[in-house]
Protein backbone atom coordinates (compact mmCIF):
# COMPACT_ATOMS: atom_id res chain seq x y z
CA UNK A 1 0.00 0.00 0.00
CA UNK A 2 2.86 2.39 0.71
CA UNK A 3 4.44 2.01 -2.79
CA UNK A 4 1.15 2.77 -4.24
CA UNK A 5 0.76 5.83 -2.52
CA UNK A 6 4.35 6.47 -3.47
CA UNK A 7 3.52 5.96 -7.18
CA UNK A 8 0.64 8.46 -6.44
CA UNK A 9 2.09 11.13 -4.80
CA UNK A 10 4.96 10.87 -7.87
CA UNK A 11 2.07 11.10 -10.59
CA UNK A 12 0.47 14.10 -8.69
CA UNK A 13 4.18 15.86 -8.52
CA UNK A 14 4.39 15.62 -12.29
CA UNK A 15 1.41 16.58 -13.36
CA UNK A 16 2.01 19.40 -11.22
CA UNK A 17 5.07 20.02 -13.04
CA UNK A 18 3.06 19.93 -16.35
CA UNK A 19 0.71 21.94 -15.36
CA UNK A 20 3.28 24.46 -14.06
CA UNK A 21 4.88 24.45 -17.46
CA UNK A 22 1.68 25.03 -19.43
CA UNK A 23 0.47 27.58 -17.09
CA UNK A 24 3.34 29.68 -16.99
CA UNK A 25 3.82 29.57 -20.78
CA UNK A 26 -0.37 30.63 -21.15
CA UNK A 27 0.76 33.85 -18.24
CA UNK A 28 3.68 34.68 -20.76
CA UNK A 29 1.88 34.82 -24.07
CA UNK A 30 -1.68 36.68 -22.24
CA UNK A 31 0.72 39.17 -20.41
CA UNK A 32 2.07 40.04 -23.75
CA UNK A 33 -1.52 40.74 -24.90
CA UNK A 34 -1.50 43.83 -21.83
CA UNK A 35 -4.38 42.65 -20.33
CA UNK A 36 -6.24 44.07 -17.60
CA UNK A 37 -4.35 42.95 -14.54
CA UNK A 38 -7.58 40.98 -13.05
CA UNK A 39 -7.89 38.54 -16.64
CA UNK A 40 -4.05 37.13 -15.04
CA UNK A 41 -4.72 36.96 -11.29
CA UNK A 42 -5.96 33.50 -11.63
CA UNK A 43 -2.93 32.19 -13.77
CA UNK A 44 -0.57 34.31 -11.59
CA UNK A 45 -1.90 31.97 -7.97
CA UNK A 46 -1.89 28.75 -10.32
CA UNK A 47 1.70 28.95 -11.36
CA UNK A 48 2.55 29.98 -7.85
CA UNK A 49 0.51 27.36 -6.64
CA UNK A 50 1.65 24.75 -8.91
CA UNK A 51 5.40 25.84 -8.25
CA UNK A 52 5.13 24.99 -4.48
CA UNK A 53 3.27 21.61 -5.05
CA UNK A 54 5.08 20.41 -7.61
CA UNK A 55 8.18 20.99 -4.92
CA UNK A 56 6.28 19.39 -2.10
CA UNK A 57 5.16 16.26 -3.82
CA UNK A 58 8.07 15.80 -5.33
CA UNK A 59 9.91 15.71 -1.91
CA UNK A 60 6.78 13.87 -0.42
CA UNK A 61 6.95 11.21 -3.51
CA UNK A 62 10.74 10.61 -2.48
CA UNK A 63 10.12 10.79 1.01
CA UNK A 64 7.38 8.03 0.54
CA UNK A 65 8.82 5.80 -1.87
CA UNK A 66 12.27 5.67 0.19
CA UNK A 67 9.81 4.76 3.16
CA UNK A 68 7.99 2.21 1.24
CA UNK A 69 10.94 0.34 -0.17
CA UNK A 70 13.07 0.66 2.89
CA UNK A 71 10.52 -1.14 4.85
CA UNK A 72 9.94 -3.74 2.53
CA UNK A 73 13.50 -4.44 2.00
CA UNK A 74 13.84 -4.92 5.97
CA UNK A 75 10.77 -7.65 5.76
CA UNK A 76 12.92 -9.16 2.47
CA UNK A 77 16.25 -9.40 3.96
CA UNK A 78 14.93 -10.97 6.93
CA UNK A 79 12.68 -13.50 4.79
CA UNK A 80 16.18 -14.22 2.48
CA UNK A 81 18.19 -14.67 6.04
CA UNK A 82 15.91 -17.42 6.84
CA UNK A 83 15.81 -18.85 4.07
CA UNK A 84 19.84 -18.77 3.55
CA UNK A 85 20.08 -20.74 6.78
CA UNK A 86 18.35 -23.46 5.66
CA UNK A 87 20.53 -24.12 2.63
CA UNK A 88 23.99 -25.12 2.67
CA UNK A 89 25.63 -22.07 0.78
CA UNK A 90 28.99 -21.25 1.03
CA UNK A 91 29.58 -17.85 2.98
CA UNK A 92 30.45 -15.72 0.14
CA UNK A 93 27.16 -17.01 -1.53
CA UNK A 94 25.35 -16.49 1.22
CA UNK A 95 26.55 -12.56 1.85
CA UNK A 96 26.29 -12.02 -1.60
CA UNK A 97 22.82 -12.73 -1.48
CA UNK A 98 21.89 -11.32 1.84
CA UNK A 99 23.74 -7.47 0.61
CA UNK A 100 24.05 -7.39 -2.64
CA UNK A 101 21.58 -9.13 -4.15
CA UNK A 102 19.10 -7.50 -1.94
CA UNK A 103 20.41 -4.12 -1.88
CA UNK A 104 19.79 -4.47 -5.84
CA UNK A 105 16.60 -5.56 -5.36
CA UNK A 106 15.89 -2.23 -3.89
CA UNK A 107 17.47 -0.61 -6.80
CA UNK A 108 15.10 -2.01 -8.89
CA UNK A 109 11.98 -1.25 -7.25
CA UNK A 110 13.30 2.59 -6.36
CA UNK A 111 14.79 3.06 -10.28
CA UNK A 112 12.69 1.09 -12.12
CA UNK A 113 9.72 -0.04 -11.07
CA UNK A 114 8.38 3.46 -9.15
CA UNK A 115 9.59 5.52 -12.29
CA UNK A 116 7.69 3.22 -15.11
CA UNK A 117 4.60 2.90 -13.06
CA UNK A 118 4.81 6.93 -12.70
CA UNK A 119 5.60 7.53 -16.13
CA UNK A 120 2.54 4.65 -17.54
CA UNK A 121 0.55 6.81 -15.71
CA UNK A 122 1.53 9.92 -16.77
CA UNK A 123 1.70 9.08 -20.07
CA UNK A 124 -2.05 7.43 -20.41
CA UNK A 125 -3.52 11.11 -18.62
CA UNK A 126 -1.41 13.06 -21.17
CA UNK A 127 -2.47 10.86 -24.59
CA UNK A 128 -6.23 11.22 -23.49
CA UNK A 129 -5.92 15.00 -23.58
CA UNK A 130 -3.90 15.41 -25.93
CA UNK A 131 -4.27 12.14 -28.28
CA UNK A 132 -1.85 13.26 -31.08
CA UNK A 133 1.20 12.42 -27.88
CA UNK A 134 0.20 9.05 -28.55
CA UNK A 135 3.43 8.34 -30.85
CA UNK A 136 5.68 10.26 -29.05
CA UNK A 137 4.71 8.61 -25.78
CA UNK A 138 4.79 5.22 -27.17
CA UNK A 139 8.30 6.22 -28.89
CA UNK A 140 10.11 7.51 -25.69
CA UNK A 141 8.11 5.61 -23.10
CA UNK A 142 8.24 2.20 -24.84
CA UNK A 143 10.34 1.68 -27.76
CA UNK A 144 14.04 3.92 -26.60
CA UNK A 145 13.58 1.71 -22.95
CA UNK A 146 13.53 -1.41 -24.78
CA UNK A 147 16.05 -0.45 -27.00
CA UNK A 148 18.14 0.41 -24.02
CA UNK A 149 17.07 -2.48 -21.95
CA UNK A 150 18.53 -4.73 -24.73
CA UNK A 151 21.73 -3.41 -25.80
CA UNK A 152 22.62 -3.11 -21.78
CA UNK A 153 21.57 -6.26 -21.76
CA UNK A 154 24.05 -7.76 -24.43
CA UNK A 155 26.76 -5.27 -23.50
CA UNK A 156 26.83 -6.86 -20.19
CA UNK A 157 26.77 -10.62 -21.35
CA UNK A 158 30.12 -9.51 -23.76
CA UNK A 159 31.51 -7.43 -20.29
CA UNK A 160 30.72 -10.79 -18.07
CA UNK A 161 33.61 -13.44 -19.00
CA UNK A 162 36.14 -10.53 -19.07
CA UNK A 163 35.09 -9.54 -15.49
CA UNK A 164 35.07 -13.19 -14.60
CA UNK A 165 38.78 -13.54 -15.92
CA UNK A 166 39.75 -10.45 -13.63
CA UNK A 167 38.38 -11.83 -10.80
CA UNK A 168 40.28 -14.96 -11.04
CA UNK A 169 43.47 -12.94 -12.15
CA UNK A 170 42.90 -11.14 -8.96
CA UNK A 171 42.54 -14.16 -6.81
CA UNK A 172 45.75 -15.76 -8.11
CA UNK A 173 47.65 -12.85 -7.50
CA UNK A 174 46.43 -12.36 -4.02
CA UNK A 175 47.07 -15.68 -2.95
CA UNK A 176 49.88 -17.02 -5.16
CA UNK A 177 51.60 -13.90 -5.23
CA UNK A 178 54.65 -15.27 -2.58
CA UNK A 179 54.88 -18.41 -5.11
CA UNK A 180 54.62 -16.15 -8.69
CA UNK A 181 57.40 -13.90 -7.45
CA UNK A 182 59.32 -17.24 -6.33
CA UNK A 183 59.10 -18.19 -9.92
CA UNK A 184 59.76 -15.32 -11.29
CA UNK A 185 56.50 -14.81 -12.67
CA UNK A 186 54.86 -12.44 -11.03
CA UNK A 187 55.41 -9.43 -13.51
CA UNK A 188 54.56 -11.11 -16.41
CA UNK A 189 50.95 -12.22 -14.07
CA UNK A 190 50.55 -8.62 -13.42
CA UNK A 191 51.15 -7.92 -17.01
CA UNK A 192 48.60 -10.15 -18.22
CA UNK A 193 45.75 -8.52 -15.26
CA UNK A 194 46.72 -5.02 -16.69
CA UNK A 195 46.22 -6.03 -19.98
CA UNK A 196 42.50 -7.84 -19.08
CA UNK A 197 41.92 -4.47 -16.73
CA UNK A 198 42.53 -2.12 -19.73
CA UNK A 199 40.42 -4.11 -22.23
CA UNK A 200 37.46 -4.25 -19.74
CA UNK A 201 37.90 0.09 -19.58
CA UNK A 202 38.00 0.22 -22.86
CA UNK A 203 34.33 -2.28 -23.53
CA UNK A 204 33.09 -0.17 -20.75
CA UNK A 205 33.75 3.33 -22.61
CA UNK A 206 31.91 1.75 -25.96
CA UNK A 207 29.43 0.59 -23.95
CA UNK A 208 28.41 4.22 -23.08
CA UNK A 209 27.77 5.27 -26.67
CA UNK A 210 24.35 4.07 -27.40
CA UNK A 211 22.51 5.25 -24.03
CA UNK A 212 23.99 8.29 -25.71
CA UNK A 213 22.65 7.80 -28.68
CA UNK A 214 19.36 7.57 -26.93
CA UNK A 215 19.21 10.48 -25.16
CA UNK A 216 20.05 12.19 -28.30
CA UNK A 217 16.99 10.26 -29.88
CA UNK A 218 14.40 11.05 -26.99
CA UNK A 219 15.32 14.60 -27.42
CA UNK A 220 15.02 14.43 -31.32
CA UNK A 221 11.14 12.65 -30.70
CA UNK A 222 10.17 15.83 -28.39
CA UNK A 223 11.44 17.98 -31.03
CA UNK A 224 9.64 16.37 -33.60
CA UNK A 225 6.57 16.33 -31.92
CA UNK A 226 6.59 19.85 -31.22
CA UNK A 227 6.96 20.95 -34.34
CA UNK A 228 3.90 18.35 -35.08
CA UNK A 229 1.93 20.42 -32.58
CA UNK A 230 2.52 23.50 -34.11
CA UNK A 231 1.90 22.50 -37.65
CA UNK A 232 -1.34 21.49 -36.53
CA UNK A 233 -1.58 24.81 -35.05
CA UNK A 234 -1.78 23.79 -31.27
CA UNK A 235 -1.11 26.97 -28.49
CA UNK A 236 2.33 27.25 -27.25
CA UNK A 237 1.10 26.40 -24.34
CA UNK A 238 -0.37 22.81 -25.54
CA UNK A 239 3.22 22.34 -27.52
CA UNK A 240 5.19 23.30 -24.06
CA UNK A 241 3.21 21.02 -22.10
CA UNK A 242 3.56 18.23 -24.70
CA UNK A 243 7.53 18.69 -23.94
CA UNK A 244 7.05 18.08 -20.86
CA UNK A 245 5.15 15.16 -20.42
CA UNK A 246 7.71 13.26 -22.89
CA UNK A 247 10.55 14.62 -20.02
CA UNK A 248 8.89 12.74 -18.24
CA UNK A 249 8.90 9.61 -20.17
CA UNK A 250 13.17 10.17 -20.41
CA UNK A 251 14.05 8.80 -17.28
CA UNK A 252 12.73 5.47 -18.57
CA UNK A 253 15.69 4.46 -20.71
CA UNK A 254 17.51 4.61 -17.75
CA UNK A 255 15.65 2.58 -15.85
CA UNK A 256 15.58 0.16 -18.37
CA UNK A 257 19.54 0.32 -18.52
CA UNK A 258 19.08 -0.36 -14.84
CA UNK A 259 16.42 -3.38 -14.62
CA UNK A 260 19.40 -4.80 -17.31
CA UNK A 261 21.84 -4.56 -14.36
CA UNK A 262 20.01 -5.78 -11.40
CA UNK A 263 17.44 -8.32 -12.72
CA UNK A 264 19.76 -10.99 -12.31
CA UNK A 265 20.34 -10.82 -8.40
CA UNK A 266 16.14 -10.07 -8.61
CA UNK A 267 16.21 -13.47 -9.88
CA UNK A 268 18.29 -14.92 -7.38
CA UNK A 269 16.39 -13.30 -4.76
CA UNK A 270 13.16 -14.62 -5.86
CA UNK A 271 14.92 -18.63 -5.84
CA UNK A 272 16.12 -17.76 -2.44
CA UNK A 273 12.96 -16.66 -1.48
CA UNK A 274 10.60 -19.55 -3.17
CA UNK A 275 12.80 -22.53 -3.05
CA UNK A 276 12.29 -25.13 -0.63
CA UNK A 277 14.49 -26.68 2.08
CA UNK A 278 16.86 -29.58 1.00
CA UNK A 279 15.45 -32.48 2.92
CA UNK A 280 16.49 -36.22 2.00
CA UNK A 281 13.16 -37.55 0.05
CA UNK A 282 13.95 -40.85 -0.72
CA UNK A 283 13.98 -42.85 2.63
CA UNK A 284 12.63 -41.75 5.64
CA UNK A 285 14.14 -39.56 8.52
CA UNK A 286 16.35 -41.49 11.83
CA UNK A 287 13.89 -42.32 14.52
CA UNK A 288 15.27 -39.46 17.03
CA UNK A 289 14.14 -41.19 20.27
CA UNK A 290 15.50 -39.48 23.86
CA UNK A 291 18.48 -41.10 25.37
CA UNK A 292 19.80 -42.78 21.85
CA UNK A 293 23.25 -42.79 20.22
CA UNK A 294 23.00 -42.72 16.81
CA UNK A 295 25.70 -43.10 13.90
CA UNK A 296 25.58 -41.93 10.76
CA UNK A 297 28.29 -42.68 8.42
CA UNK A 298 29.06 -42.77 3.91
CA UNK A 299 31.10 -41.77 1.32
CA UNK A 300 31.18 -38.00 1.00
CA UNK A 301 28.85 -36.61 -0.64
CA UNK A 302 26.25 -38.97 0.07
CA UNK A 303 23.88 -36.88 1.70
CA UNK A 304 24.84 -36.89 5.68
CA UNK A 305 25.04 -33.62 6.48
CA UNK A 306 21.62 -33.03 4.28
CA UNK A 307 20.09 -35.83 6.92
CA UNK A 308 21.34 -33.38 9.82
CA UNK A 309 20.09 -30.55 8.40
CA UNK A 310 16.64 -32.41 8.28
CA UNK A 311 16.65 -33.49 11.67
CA UNK A 312 17.19 -29.82 13.12
CA UNK A 313 14.71 -29.07 10.96
CA UNK A 314 12.07 -31.36 12.44
CA UNK A 315 13.18 -31.06 15.99
CA UNK A 316 14.99 -28.02 16.59
CA UNK A 317 17.92 -29.48 17.60
CA UNK A 318 21.42 -27.87 17.74
CA UNK A 319 25.05 -29.08 17.48
CA UNK A 320 28.14 -28.83 15.30
CA UNK A 321 27.75 -28.47 11.89
CA UNK A 322 30.26 -28.86 8.62
CA UNK A 323 29.63 -25.20 8.17
CA UNK A 324 29.40 -23.99 11.74
CA UNK A 325 30.94 -19.76 12.32
CA UNK A 326 33.01 -18.00 14.52
CA UNK A 327 31.86 -14.42 15.06
CA UNK A 328 34.21 -11.74 15.04
CA UNK A 329 33.91 -11.42 18.65
CA UNK A 330 35.86 -12.60 22.02
CA UNK A 331 35.31 -16.41 23.03
CA UNK A 332 33.59 -15.83 25.51
CA UNK A 333 30.96 -14.32 23.41
CA UNK A 334 30.83 -16.97 20.82
CA UNK A 335 30.64 -19.86 23.21
CA UNK A 336 27.57 -17.51 24.93
CA UNK A 337 25.57 -17.28 21.86
CA UNK A 338 24.31 -20.86 22.78
CA UNK A 339 22.86 -19.48 26.23
CA UNK A 340 23.21 -15.77 26.94
CA UNK A 341 23.04 -16.18 30.32
CA UNK A 342 25.39 -18.90 31.47
CA UNK A 343 27.81 -18.29 34.70
CA UNK A 344 31.36 -18.51 34.57
CA UNK A 345 31.30 -22.05 36.41
CA UNK A 346 29.11 -23.33 33.32
CA UNK A 347 31.64 -21.92 30.47
CA UNK A 348 34.07 -23.75 32.44
CA UNK A 349 32.52 -27.01 32.78
CA UNK A 350 31.82 -27.07 28.50
CA UNK A 351 35.40 -25.74 28.12
CA UNK A 352 36.73 -28.96 30.28
CA UNK A 353 34.48 -31.37 28.45
CA UNK A 354 35.78 -29.53 24.83
CA UNK A 355 39.18 -29.30 25.98
CA UNK A 356 39.02 -25.51 25.23
CA UNK A 357 42.27 -24.18 26.82
CA UNK A 358 42.04 -20.87 25.75
CA UNK A 359 41.59 -16.74 27.14
CA UNK A 360 37.98 -16.37 27.36
CA UNK A 361 38.43 -12.27 26.95
CA UNK A 362 41.00 -12.53 23.92
CA UNK A 363 39.30 -12.28 19.84
CA UNK A 364 38.32 -15.81 18.45
CA UNK A 365 41.47 -16.29 16.24
CA UNK A 366 41.61 -20.27 16.59
CA UNK A 367 43.52 -22.77 14.83
CA UNK A 368 41.17 -25.71 12.89
CA UNK A 369 41.08 -27.54 16.06
CA UNK A 370 40.98 -25.05 18.56
CA UNK A 371 37.61 -23.84 16.57
CA UNK A 372 36.28 -27.47 16.32
CA UNK A 373 36.23 -27.48 20.34
CA UNK A 374 34.79 -23.97 20.53
CA UNK A 375 31.80 -25.27 18.50
CA UNK A 376 31.22 -28.30 20.76
CA UNK A 377 31.55 -26.13 23.83
CA UNK A 378 28.81 -24.17 22.22
CA UNK A 379 26.96 -27.04 21.93
CA UNK A 380 26.99 -28.70 24.96
CA UNK A 381 26.53 -25.11 26.58
CA UNK A 382 23.21 -25.09 24.85
CA UNK A 383 22.18 -28.44 26.15
CA UNK A 384 19.43 -29.56 23.58
CA UNK A 385 17.16 -32.56 23.51
CA UNK A 386 19.06 -33.74 20.70
CA UNK A 387 22.40 -32.70 19.77
CA UNK A 388 23.54 -33.01 16.19
CA UNK A 389 27.49 -33.71 15.84
CA UNK A 390 29.16 -33.35 12.24
CA UNK A 391 32.34 -34.95 12.36
CA UNK A 392 33.24 -32.48 15.65
CA UNK A 393 36.78 -33.63 15.94
CA UNK A 394 38.08 -33.43 12.39
CA UNK A 395 41.21 -31.44 12.72
CA UNK A 396 42.32 -33.46 16.05
CA UNK A 397 45.24 -35.99 16.56
CA UNK A 398 42.78 -39.38 16.82
CA UNK A 399 43.89 -40.47 20.57
CA UNK A 400 42.92 -36.81 20.92
CA UNK A 401 39.80 -36.63 19.47
CA UNK A 402 38.67 -39.58 20.72
CA UNK A 403 39.44 -38.79 24.28
CA UNK A 404 36.94 -35.17 23.55
CA UNK A 405 34.75 -36.97 21.85
CA UNK A 406 33.77 -39.61 24.99
CA UNK A 407 33.40 -36.63 27.37
CA UNK A 408 31.16 -35.20 25.11
CA UNK A 409 28.74 -38.31 24.42
CA UNK A 410 29.47 -38.51 28.33
CA UNK A 411 28.55 -35.46 29.41
CA UNK A 412 25.05 -34.89 26.63
CA UNK A 413 21.91 -35.59 28.37
CA UNK A 414 19.76 -36.15 25.59
CA UNK A 415 19.98 -37.62 21.97
CA UNK A 416 22.96 -37.36 20.04
CA UNK A 417 23.41 -38.30 16.46
CA UNK A 418 26.75 -38.25 15.07
CA UNK A 419 28.07 -38.34 11.54
CA UNK A 420 31.54 -39.31 11.48
CA UNK A 421 34.11 -41.22 8.97
CA UNK A 422 35.65 -43.01 11.36
CA UNK A 423 33.40 -45.94 12.74
CA UNK A 424 35.46 -47.39 15.94
CA UNK A 425 33.69 -44.32 18.70
CA UNK A 426 30.43 -45.88 16.90
CA UNK A 427 31.34 -49.40 18.81
CA UNK A 428 28.69 -49.02 21.21
CA UNK A 429 26.38 -46.84 19.59
CA UNK A 430 22.44 -47.95 19.96
CA UNK A 431 21.97 -47.23 15.77
CA UNK A 432 23.74 -46.83 12.97
CA UNK A 433 22.80 -46.01 9.65
CA UNK A 434 24.78 -45.98 6.46
CA UNK A 435 23.73 -43.09 3.50
CA UNK A 436 24.67 -43.87 0.04
CA UNK A 437 23.70 -41.37 -3.09
CA UNK A 438 20.87 -40.14 -0.36
CA UNK A 439 19.72 -43.39 0.48
CA UNK A 440 20.10 -45.14 3.76
CA UNK A 441 21.28 -48.14 2.70
CA UNK A 442 22.28 -50.29 5.74
CA UNK A 443 21.05 -49.75 9.20
CA UNK A 444 21.49 -51.45 13.06
CA UNK A 445 23.97 -51.60 15.56
CA UNK A 446 27.85 -51.77 15.07
CA UNK A 447 28.05 -55.52 15.51
CA UNK A 448 25.07 -56.63 13.26
CA UNK A 449 26.76 -53.91 10.32
CA UNK A 450 29.97 -55.93 10.68
CA UNK A 451 28.60 -59.93 10.01
CA UNK A 452 27.18 -58.28 6.94
CA UNK A 453 28.05 -57.75 3.56
CA UNK A 454 28.56 -53.76 2.49
CA UNK A 455 29.71 -50.49 2.96
CA UNK A 456 29.98 -50.53 6.73
CA UNK A 457 31.97 -54.12 7.12
CA UNK A 458 34.34 -52.74 3.89
CA UNK A 459 34.91 -49.57 5.36
CA UNK A 460 35.52 -51.40 8.99
CA UNK A 461 37.81 -54.07 7.72
CA UNK A 462 39.86 -51.06 5.75
CA UNK A 463 40.14 -48.91 9.05
CA UNK A 464 41.15 -51.90 11.04
CA UNK A 465 43.99 -52.88 8.59
CA UNK A 466 45.02 -49.38 8.24
CA UNK A 467 45.43 -49.04 12.35
CA UNK A 468 43.55 -45.68 12.45
CA UNK A 469 41.19 -47.93 14.80
CA UNK A 470 42.17 -46.07 18.27
CA UNK A 471 39.85 -46.95 20.47
CA UNK A 472 39.10 -50.58 20.96
CA UNK A 473 36.17 -53.18 22.12
CA UNK A 474 37.48 -53.25 25.75
CA UNK A 475 38.53 -49.32 26.29
CA UNK A 476 36.46 -47.40 23.42
CA UNK A 477 33.21 -44.85 24.38
CA UNK A 478 31.34 -47.84 25.59
CA UNK A 479 31.52 -46.43 28.85
CA UNK A 480 29.00 -43.74 27.98
CA UNK A 481 26.62 -46.54 28.06
CA UNK A 482 26.30 -46.82 31.33
CA UNK A 483 25.90 -43.41 32.35
CA UNK A 484 23.57 -42.42 29.98
CA UNK A 485 20.13 -44.04 29.83
CA UNK A 486 19.00 -45.88 26.50
CA UNK A 487 15.82 -46.33 24.59
Known amino acids: MRLVWAVLVGVAAELAGIGLMTTAVWLI ?9 SALTVAIVAVRTLALARGSLRYAERLAGHEAVLRAMVEVRGRVYESLVRRPLRGGDALTRLVSDVDAVQDAVLRCLLPACVAGLVG ?9 LAV ?7 VLPLAAFLLTDRHLRALAPLRAELAERTVTLREGAAELRAFGALDGELARTDAVVDELAARERRGTFPAAVLAGVAVVVQFGVAVLLLVQGSPAHVVLGSVAVLEVMVPLTGAAQKWAEVRGSVARVREVLTAQPQTPTHSPLIDVTPYRRIGVVGPSGAGKSTLLRAIAEEHGAKGVLDDAHVFERTVRENVLFAKPGATQAELDRVAAIADLDVDWDAEAKLSGGQRQRLFLARALLADPDVLLLDEPVEGLAIRHGDEVL ?7 TGTVVLVTHRLAPLQDFDHVVVIEDGRITQRGTHDELVAVPGYYRDRWSTERISGRSAISTSTGLGNHRSTVPTT
Do not use: F, K, N
Open 29 to 37: MRAAEQPPM
Open 124 to 132: VTAVVVVPS
Open 136 to 142: GVVVVGV
Open 406 to 412: RRVLDAA
